[in-house]
């Protein structure tokens, strides 16, 4: 699903990890969890987007998408 509207407020945020991007280059993620009410999601949080976002935060992702695994 493309094109979504995810409004929800930040429960946590995992520690940062390392990973290898597909690139080879190294890069950091952690996990956080967004929570609107009806349910949570895991959202992968990307390098600078670590410390942009804390817990308790209410955030707005505007065109997001996921994927079914």
Do not use: F
Request: charged share 20%; net charge negative.
């Amino acid at each position: 699903m493309n094109g979504l509207l995810i409004e929800g407020r930040i429960e946590s945020v995992g520690e940062p990890r390392s990973v290898n991007l597909r690139t080879g280059s190294p890069g950091q993620v952690a996990d956080a969890i967004i929570s609107d009410g009806t349910g949570t999601i895991k959202l992968p949080l990307w390098n600078d987007q670590i410390n942009s976002i804390c817990h308790g935060d209410n955030i707005t992702l505007d065109k997001g998408y996921t994927k079914e695994y």
